[in-house]
C-alpha cells in the first residue's frame, strides 16, 4: 500500500470540497460561495473528542477525510456507539436548530479534516440561503427523537415508501427484499410496515413466517385492549421487524396516529420501509409526505410508464413534493420492446435503478435464498445505496503496468469484497469496462495473450502522418469492438465511470452513458502518439491527463468507501525508468510495417522512432501524472501500490507477472480492506 502522505486541504479550492458535500451541492455558486466565506478547515487527531455530550451547541461540522464515532454513554460511563460517520456527513446539527446541549459524544476515529461553521454563522447562512434550511428541516425529523418515549439509541432514522400508480408492480416483493438487504448490508435495525386498507389481505407475515401476527388498527375506537406500539411488533428468523397496519381511507385520524406511531419507531430502528397500497387518497399522500425517500415502481410497458410519469408529476406539481426525494425504479416483470432511452423519454425523469425479471417461481426472500441471481445485486445496490455504504474502486493509469488491476481483481473476487461502482482513466477504464460487463479476472487475463510476445504492443500501431498524433487508432478500437462489441453503459453489470480529458475546456470529461467502445477510446488517446478523438464536438485525450487515479467522480456520487489501485510508478522510479529507455530497450519495428511506402517519410520520423519516441512520451507524461495520481490518493481510503519493479510499461507480454504484482499487493492489504467494508 502507498504511504500517504499528510494531507493539505489547502492543495484543494475550498470551493471545491464544499461543492463535494451532499448538504451543500445541490446549492447555487452563489450560495456556496457564502458558506465559503462563512466556515473554516479543522483538523482532529485519531482519538480527540471533538464534543462531549451534553457540552453547548458550537457549531455544524460535516466530514471532509477520516471516521468519527458517535457515541452516548450511560451513568456508570458505559459506551453505546450510534454510528461510524464517513466522508460528506454531517453532525452538531440537532444541539444548533435546539439551543440544547448536546445529546451524543463525537469522537474522531481516526485522523479527520472537517468543514466547521460556527453557530453565529450557521444563524446567518440559514437566513441568507432558505433551501438550506429546508434540508436540515429534514435531517432533523430523522434524528431529533421523542423523548418522552426513551433515550436515543440510533443516530440518524430513514423512512423509506415503496409505492406504486397501479397494481401487481411486484411492490410489496421489492419492498420485503430491499427491507432485508438493508438489514444483511449496513448491520442496522430494520422493520418493515405493511399498510393496508381494511378490506385487504396482509401479505407480508406469510413471506417471513410470522403466524397470526397482531394487527394494528388505526381506525379510532378500535377495540384493541392494548394500543402499547410494542406489542404489535412480530420478530422472526431473518433479521428484520414487521408490523400490520390497517386503515380506513380518507380517515385523516388514521393518518394522524400512524404519524405519531412512526415518530416513536425512529427511536429504535435506523430504517423503516413502508409497503404502501395502490391508492392516492389523502391518507397514503400524508404518508408518503413524511418519508424521506419515495420508491415508485414501474414496469418498462409504454402505458405504465406513462401512468408512473403522471403520478410522480402530480407529486411534485400538484402536492409539492420535493423532487429529489422521489427514486423510479423499473421493474422488468413485463416485456417491453422500449430500449432505455426511450423509457427516460416517456418517464421524462431518470431511472435510479432497474429491476430484472425474475421466474414466477422464485422465492420471496430472493436476496437471501438465492443472492446470486441478478435481481438480489441490483436490489442489494439499491439497499447499500439507501445504506450509505457504497464501496467505490478505481483503477488508474499505465499501459502495461495497468495489467496489476487483473490481480486486485482477482482477490476482490476471490474474496467476494463488495465493489458498488467502478472508474477508471485509460487502460484502467479498459480493464474496468471488461470486469462490470461480465467478464472475470481470468478471461481478461486471458484477452492479454494477444500480446504474447514483446512486439505484441504493435498489433496496436497503425501509423499515420504526425499531424496530430503517429497513430490512428483504429486498431485499437478494433481490438475493444472485439471483447466489448455494441454495448453501452446500460448494458453493465455494475456501474461504470469511464475518464477522458477534454482538450479545450482542460477537465475531466466522465462518460457514463453510450456506447462503451467510444469512450474507453476517449479515454485512452494519449497525446502525442493517438489523434484526438472526436466526440460529437469535443477533442477528447487520454483521461489519465486529467484524472490519472479518478478518485474525485466517485466523491460526487456520494461513495464513502473508495480503494484505488495506483499503478504509476513514483518520480524516482520513473527516471530510472526513463534512463532504460534510452540505455537499453530498442523498439523492433515489424519487417511489414517497415516495408510500407509511407514509412520512409524522412530520416526525422524514422530516428524518433528508433529511439522510442513511445517511450519518452509515455514516460514525460507519467512524470506528470505520479504527481497528480498521488493528490488523487488522498481522496481514497485505501490505495493499493503495486511494486513494479524490474518491469517496464511496453511489456504488455508479461501480463501475468504485473497480474501477480497486482494479487501480491492487494492480499498484503486485505485486512485494511475488509476494515474499511465492515465499518
Known sequence: MQNKQPFNLKDFDRELIISEIPLFSGLSARARKLIKNRSEIREFKKGEIIYKEGSPPSGLYSLILGRVEIYIEDQFGAKTTLEYLHRGKYFGMISLLTNESHSVTARAMNDCSLLFIQKEDFDFILKKIP?????????????????????????????????????????????????LSLAKETHKSVIILDIAPKDKYHSLPAKLEVVNPRVFDLVPGSSDSSRNIRDFIAKNRFGIDLICFKYQPDDES?????VDILSQLVN???????DLPTSMDRGILSILNQSDIIQVLSSPAEQDLAQTHELVE????????????????INEYKFSGLTHEEQVKILDSGVFATLPKIDFSAPDRLVLDEPECEYSKAVRRIARTLGDCLVGLVLGVGVGYGFCHIGVLKVIEEEKIPIDVIAGSSIGSVIAALWSSGKTSDEILEITAEFKEPKGLWSLMDFTFPHMGFL?????????????????????????KVIASDVKRKEPRVFDRGPLVDAIMASCTMPGVFAPFKFKEELLFDGGITSPLPTEPLLKMGIKKIIAVNVTPSKEDIMRQYDKIKDDITVKIPQDIRKRRWFSIGARIKDAFKTNILGIIFSSVEILQSEVAKKEAQLADIVIHPDTTGLFWLELHRAKEFAKRGEEETRRNLDKIKKLINE
Open 131 to 179: 433551501a438550506l434550511a429546508i434540508d436540515l428541516s429534514q435531517t432533523l425529523s430523522r434524528r431529533l427523537k421523542r423523548k418522552d418515549v426513551h433515550r436515543k439509541t440510533i443516530f440518524e432514522s430513514t423512512a423509506i415508501s415503496v409505492f406504486s400508480s397501479y397494481s401487481q408492480a411486484g411492490k410489496t416483493l421489492y419492498a420485503l427484499n430491499v427491507a
Open 268 to 274: 429504535d430502528y435506523h430504517y423503516l420501509v413502508l
Open 254 to 258: 388514521c393518518v394522524r396516529t400512524l
Open 314 to 329: 402530480k407529486l411534485k406539481n400538484r402536492f409539492n413534493f420535493n423532487p429529489d426525494k422521489i427514486k423510479i425504479i
Open 472 to 496: 490512428k487508432g483504429n486498431k485499437l478500437h478494433d481490438f475493444l469492438k472485439r471483447h466489448l462489441g455494441n454495448k453501452t453503459f446500460f448494458d453493465v453489470k455494475l456501474p461504470l
